[in-house]
């Protein structure tokens, strides 16, 4: 078997002046994991599903401590 058998023979290819939050939408639509991203016609690179979960995690920042919701008493034992 070949790569060439398997691989994806329509791939998604985007500039790479194109905003993170379309390629990440456009991948969705697809239901792909990846989009190649050129550059004058040549390929510069891949962005990946986890590319676009570190850019949202660099955009949400650091998680944030909240209160719990619900505060649970010292159990007692029944005898």
């Known amino acids: 078997m070949k790569v060439s058998d398997v691989c994806v023979k329509d791939p998604c290819i985007v500039p790479a002046s194109t905003p993170v939050a379309a390629v990440a939408g456009k991948m969705a639509e697809r239901?792909?994991?990846?989009?190649?991203?050129?550059?004058?016609?040549?390929?510069?690179?891949?962005?990946t599903s986890t590319d676009a979960c570190r850019a949202?995690?660099?955009?949400?920042?650091?998680p944030r401590k909240r209160p719990p919701l619900v505060?649970?008493?010292?159990?007692?034992?029944?005898?």
């Open 56 to 62: 949202l995690a660099q955009l949400l920042g650091p």
């Open 31 to 47: 239901h792909i994991g990846s989009t190649i991203i050129t550059k004058n016609g040549k390929l510069v690179g891949v962005f």
């Open 71 to 79: 505060r649970l008493k010292k159990a007692t034992r029944a005898n």
